[in-house]
């Protein structure tokens, strides 16, 4: 099946800096999601982006489906940021419909 | 709107017993799955449904159910609980029928004894 690899896994930072967040996945795919999980476990869904660029606040995500990887960008960090960072992709099967494969996360901890 | 809702939130099974964890949603989305979240690990599919009457197999299906007899209710059977099984449930869903933006739910805790 399809892998999808985020790095990196952990990544601490002080309140105010900015991050870029990296998703890579190894075939074609129709689309592609950021999800945000917070320390309540909690999943919010951030962007669907199966290719180009979206802001959304201090948020922004750059998906360049060609090459096969994703970026997460994160400026002036809070530390309401904190939590994990979840990439999905989507992979068309003819047969069976469509499913999303998620990365295993980046862990984000924003300290005061 | 209240989304994606799953109860039970928390439960505490001993190995055999069988449960069902409920997930409705009232935003009249088609498409409906189920994911389990271990430790350090990101979401696994279960099982998903692409609408009523229809459902498939994901990707660690083995030990749990799933029926869609309606729009709004997917919910998921263990039929014989394990350890392994250990695990945070998370119901979703979305609108078009080839994923589109996904909606979870809150989650449910699961602990087999």
């Known amino acids: 099946g399809i892998q999808v690899e985020q790095s990196p896994p952990d990544l601490i930072l002080q309140e105010g800096a900015n991050s870029t967040l990296r998703c890579n996945f190894s075939d074609s795919v129709n689309n592609l999601q950021w999800f945000h999980q917070n320390p309540w476990g909690q999943l919010i869904n951030l962007f669907y982006i199966p290719s180009g660029t979206k802001q959304n606040g201090r948020l922004s995500a750059t998906t360049v489906a060609t090459e096969r990887y994703s970026l997460l960008y994160i400026s002036s960090s809070q530390t309401t940021d904190s939590g994990v960072y979840f990439c999905?992709?989507?992979?068309?099967?003819?047969?069976?419909?469509?499913?999303?494969?998620f990365g295993e996360g980046t862990q984000l901890t924003v300290n005061p | 709107n209240a989304g994606v809702t799953q109860t039970p939130k928390f439960q505490v099974l001993k190995t055999g017993q069988s449960m069902t964890l409920q997930c409705a949603q009232d935003m009249n989305h088609e498409y409906m799955s189920w994911y389990r979240q271990d430790p350090g690990m990101g979401l696994r599919l279960i099982h998903y449904s692409v609408g009523a009457g229809i459902t498939d197999q994901g990707e660690v299906p083995n030990g749990y159910n799933v029926s869609r007899s309606t729009t709004e209710d997917f919910p998921l059977r263990l039929l014989s609980a394990a350890p392994s099984q250990t695990s945070v449930y998370f119901c979703?869903?979305?609108?078009?029928?080839?994923?589109?933006?996904?909606?979870f739910g809150e989650g449910s805790r699961l602990t087999v004894l």
């Open positions: 999905a992709v989507e992979l068309v099967e003819e047969t069976s419909g469509s499913r999303l494969t």
């Open positions: 979703a869903s979305s609108y078009y029928h080839s994923t589109g933006e996904l909606f």
